[in-house]
């Protein structure tokens, strides 16, 4: 007789919140995944995506395999063969050595894509392993993602990861830019089910505010507006805002120099930014940012919140010192329902300390830092193609870096003349195709793991869970901290493999026992969960801050390298023609990045094309009719798109979304055949292609051009969104 069937508690990981799920085991197969009613924080929420994870768990596209390219003809042609595992690191390695042995050790360069930060046990090790591979040359998600962050908060806490997240729980006024949670459910903030806490801020008489240059799906009746902004220009926003505040409103001189420094500095370059100034480009108006000014100022406590829309702009860096600035002066910093900091299980913002003021250093470009160890990914094409120490092999781990990343075709070429690529990812993408090595990983249904992120100080409700593998890996799959340790153990170097009592768990228990907690102690508890204590509002001061002499800096130093570029910014915006338009990138509930493409239950109605959306206006000033095929063309490369209107959009922005483009990852049977295109043909690459104080990818409020290539192809059942 078979055993029954049995119930294993686990949590999604694809974005944030980290859901938890139930999975439901029979005969050594996962058959069910639903929402886990029993889970402490979540009690039973999760999106659709989590549950759908079975599908990629199932897919029988996923690589089960070490895949080998064989074949002549570059990087376009052969094809794939199967390698044992010891086959595949001992080739992989032996060619690494001949790379650099020829041209030194920065020949070697490795990008860590997105779900790594969503796989605890890699994520615990990464920086040792990424020391293992010895080279300058890292590059990750994190540049296109929120690296403006990290550097912002580097220079004004002195620690990259001190992020005081708005208190949902308790504000009375939440304004929100570039984020969209109904759809992406947050990040830099954990939080489970945020739209119901976005609601609930409205029912105690709140008030919720979004600043987007789309009236996004989380804007309803019963969570808050939006400012429809002109993309890319928050900063003004920002800056127009903390001018109000500061100079017309006033701010308690002696609450703020208790915990900070350099006001008057800051006073200084705020004065440039008077809202009259700022409101024309913003397309704001002058009396609309001073009213918010005024009741941010004036509620019991307000909270502001910014994410990828305003990172991914071109100041991005200097819009999240504003944003700071704006809850320091207004008083909500660390203050209950205002800006507070989330300890959660230990102190790792220590760890994120600041090394020097000054981070820069002489690079082949000119002057160029790191954040968080990782060069700018808008460079690579660069660093690939430079005469002396060109990057000669790339290791790719759960990345997609030929679409994630601006560049399109340049990027493309840049990768083919490499000389090695090898990508550890559980399908086989795009990158993946042009590579020599795909390497086969679990994924999170087969490997025991920790919510590590929640550990970060980011967590409304922070809470550690422990998983179990749910189910053993099919094929040979492995964990992706082993495929890399192996890698390095084939290298000859020191790694997580040479001792099995220093595996890849001590990391996790090392930061568990700050909170008197083990993994084994964890998998005892229900769900395997601990939930921690709730934030102190007054961490933000005690703890988030770093800096030697304890005090937040509001002018640091590093940022007058951008003043100048503030000012060109904004004297390019004004010189635009009225009908210039911006794209912007719009996420769905039917994708996340590049992957989630193979999931055929995900391809439906208007989600199985990536078409550019459009105002109405804006299509009938050019003579658009929905499904004319258009090219959308930017100075940095064309794509060919199908038009369709979309009048949630502010006049003169059209959007579209990223991660399509995989018509070529021909081990990819659904994706392949919605292959939509890569928007990122669109997006800069190289040296004006980023922002040199974070090196943050510039990929929202590109100026395109639409043309019509021919009238009414036909799309889908364009009004099905959701
Ligand atoms: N224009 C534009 N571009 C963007 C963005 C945007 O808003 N607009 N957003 C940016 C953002 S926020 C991000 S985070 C980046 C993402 O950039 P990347 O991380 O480079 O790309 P992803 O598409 O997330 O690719 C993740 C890959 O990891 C694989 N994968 C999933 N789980 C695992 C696992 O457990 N192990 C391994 N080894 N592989 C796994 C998936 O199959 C997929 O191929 O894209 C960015 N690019
Ligand atoms: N379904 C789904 N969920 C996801 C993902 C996904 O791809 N799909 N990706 C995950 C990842 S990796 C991340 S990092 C998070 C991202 O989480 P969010 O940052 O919340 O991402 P988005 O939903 O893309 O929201 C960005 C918003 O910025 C707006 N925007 C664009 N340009 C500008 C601008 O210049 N100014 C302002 N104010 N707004 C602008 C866009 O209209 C959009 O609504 O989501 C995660 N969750
Ligand atoms: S919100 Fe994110 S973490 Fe939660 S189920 Fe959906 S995809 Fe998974
Ligand atoms: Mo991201």
Redesign the pocket.
């Known amino acids: 007789m078979s055993a029954p069937a049995r119930q294993v508690h686990t949590f999604c990981r694809i974005?944030?919140p980290g859901c938890g799920l139930l999975a439901t085991v029979d005969s050594g197969r996962v058959v069910g995944l639903r929402p886990d009613p029993d889970h402490p924080v979540h009690r039973g929420f999760s999106c659709h995506?989590g549950p759908h994870y079975l599908d990629v768990h199932s897919d029988p596209d996923r690589v089960d395999h070490p895949l080998r390219r064989v074949g002549t003809g570059g990087r376009r042609a052969g094809d794939f063969v199967r390698v044992s595992w010891d086959e595949a690191v001992r080739d992989i390695a032996g060619r690494l050595g001949e790379i650099r042995d020829k041209h030194g050790r920065n020949a070697l360069a490795v990008y860590q894509g997105?779900p790594s930060a969503f796989n605890g046990l890699y994520y615990a090790n990464a920086a040792r392993i990424a020391r293992g591979f010895d080279t300058r040359m890292r590059f990750s998600a994190g540049t296109q993602?929120?690296s403006a962050k990290y550097a912002a908060s580097e220079a004004v806490y002195g620690a990259s990861m001190a992020h005081p997240i708005p208190d949902l729980l308790h504000t009375h006024y939440f304004l929100c830019?570039?984020?969209?949670?109904q759809?992406?459910?947050?990040?830099l903030i954990h939080i489970s089910d945020p739209m119901a806490k976005l609601r609930a801020i409205a029912r105690r008489g709140g008030t919720v505010l979004f600043?987007?240059?789309?009236r996004?799906e989380s804007s309803t009746p019963e969570t808050g507006d939006v400012l429809l902004?002109t993309?890319?220009?928050?900063f003004y926003f920002l800056a127009g805002l903390l001018h109000e505040i500061v100079f017309r409103i006033g701010f308690d001189r002696a609450a703020v120099e208790r915990h900070a420094r350099g006001i008057e500095e800051l006073l200084a370059f705020v004065s440039r930014y008077p809202v009259e100034r700022v409101a024309g480009v913003t397309g704001i108006s002058a009396a609309t940012i001073a009213r918010v000014a005024d009741e941010f100022c004036a509620a019991p406590s307000a909270s502001i919140y910014m994410?990828?829309?305003?990172n991914?702009?071109r100041l991005g860096t200097l819009a999240y010192w504003m944003l700071t600035m704006v809850s320091l002066f207004s008083g909500n910093l660390g203050r209950r329902g205002g800006n507070i900091y989330s300890r959660g299980v230990a102190d790792v913002v220590q760890n994120s300390r600041r090394r020097r003021a000054d981070p820069f250093f002489d690079g082949p470009f000119g002057e160029i830092r790191t954040v968080g160890g990782d060069l700018p990914a808008a460079m690579l094409p660069d660093f690939i193609e430079q005469a002396d120490d060109p990057i000669r092999a790339l290791i790719v781990v759960s990345g997609n870096p030929l679409l994630s990343i601006g560049g399109g075709d340049r990027l493309r070429r840049a990768l083919e003349s490499l000389d090695l690529i090898v990508t550890v990812d559980l399908y086989r993408t795009v990158t993946g195709e042009i590579g020599d090595y795909i390497l086969p990983a679990t994924d999170w249904l087969e490997r025991e793991d920790i919510n590590f992120l929640n550990t970060m100080g980011v967590a409304m409700e922070p809470y550690v869970q422990y998983t179990p593998a749910v189910v053993e890996p099919v094929g040979e799959r492995r964990d992706d901290w082993w495929i890399l340790s192996r890698i390095q153990q084939e290298m000859g170097t020191p790694s997580l493999l040479d001792d099995p009592e220093d595996g890849p768990l001590a990391a996790v228990d090392a930061v568990l026992r700050e909170a008197d907690l083990t993994v084994e102690t964890l998998k005892t508890k229900p769900c395997q969960t601990e939930v921690l204590p709730e934030a102190v509002p007054s961490d933000v001061f005690d703890i988030a801050v770093q800096h030697d002499d304890g005090l937040i800096d509001c002018c640091p130093d590093l940022f007058r390298r951008s003043f100048d570029d503030a000012e060109r910014v904004l004297e390019g915006l004004v010189a635009e023609p009225d009908d210039q338009l911006k794209l912007?990138?719009?996420?769905?509930?039917f994708?996340?990045?590049s992957w989630l493409h193979n999931i055929s239950v995900l391809k439906q109605g208007v989600h199985q094309d990536n078409p550019v959306w459009m105002n109405p206006d804006d299509m009938r000033r050019r003579d658009l009719v929905d499904g004319d095929d258009v090219t959308v063309r930017s100075r940095h490369g064309a794509v060919p798109a199908v038009v369709v209107g979309d009048d949630t959009l502010r006049d003169g922005v059209v959007?579209m979304t990223h991660?399509w483009g995989q018509g070529r990852a021909r081990g990819l049977n659904v994706a392949r055949r919605h292959p939509g295109v890569n928007v990122n043909q669109l997006a800069p690459t190289g040296a004006a292609g980023y922002d040199p104080l974070s090196n943050q990818s510039h990929l929202?409020?590109i100026n395109v051009e639409v043309v019509r290539r021919r009238q009414r192809s036909g799309v889908a059942n364009i009004t099905e969104y959701f």
């Not at 759809?183 to 990040?187: A, C, I, K, L, Q």
């Not at 912007?584 to 509930?589: E, L, V, Y």
């Open positions: 974005c944030e995506k997105n993602d929120t830019l570039g984020s969209n949670p759809v992406s459910h947050m990040t600043v987007n240059p789309r996004i902004i993309p890319d220009t928050d994410a990828t829309g305003v991914q702009g912007i990138t719009r996420r769905t509930h994708m996340v990045n959007a991660g929202t409020g």
